[in-house]
């Protein structure tokens, strides 16, 4: 019977006990180089760490300067020297019609590196991840982090 899930081919597990582990695990991430054309959801509570995440996976792949939650404008982004990266965040979406309105439909079929936050906002626009990151705030505000694989891209990005 299908959940209407995609299977989780692998998983990994990490405890962020502050903000330099959580640019640590970005900085891994951003030295593979399947970072180029992966798509990664972000998952957590307003707070867990989603944006910051970004931001330092951002900033680890050479973009300068201040990275802006794309809260009000769903979407920010980023062009890089050998690939371009577009940072979402589906908080405030509400209308399936701006999906097509904002050529959102584009992007996702575009090369590049697609980060998104509150991707369940958007459900059944958005295709199958590569990644989906999952944030936690643990009791002594540390963060438990869940990294699952749900394409081989995704795999090569736990490797």
């Known amino acids: 019977m299908s959940t209407g899930h995609p299977p989780i081919l692998e998983t990994a597990s990490l405890v962020w006990s502050g903000e330099a582990d959580c640019a640590?695990?970005?900085?891994r991430l951003a030295a593979h180089p399947a970072i180029r054309r992966?798509?990664?959801e972000l998952h957590g509570t307003l707070g867990?760490?989603?944006?910051?995440?970004?931001?330092?996976?951002?900033?680890?792949?050479?973009?300068?300067?201040?990275i802006k939650s794309p809260t009000y404008a769903v979407m920010e982004p980023y062009?890089?020297?050998?690939?371009?990266?577009?940072?979402?965040?589906?908080?405030?979406?509400n209308?399936?019609?701006?999906?097509?309105?904002?050529?959102?439909?584009?992007?996702?079929?575009?090369?590049?590196?697609?980060?998104?936050?509150?991707?369940?906002?958007a459900h059944g626009l958005l295709p199958v991840p590569d990644l989906r990151v999952a944030i936690a705030i643990g009791e002594h505000d540390e963060r438990h982090v869940s990294l699952a694989a749900l394409t081989p891209l995704g795999q090569e990005l736990l490797k």
């Open 24 to 27: 640590a695990t970005a900085a």
């Open 38 to 40: 992966a798509f990664i």
């Open 48 to 66: 867990a760490g989603k944006t910051t995440f970004v931001r330092h996976l951002l900033h680890a792949l050479g973009v300068e300067g201040r």
């Open 79 to 93: 062009e890089l020297p050998e690939f371009n990266a577009w940072h979402f965040d589906f908080y405030r979406f």
């Open 95 to 121: 209308d399936p019609q701006e999906w097509e309105d904002a050529g959102f439909r584009d992007v996702f079929v575009a090369e590049g590196l697609k980060l998104t936050e509150w991707p369940d906002k």
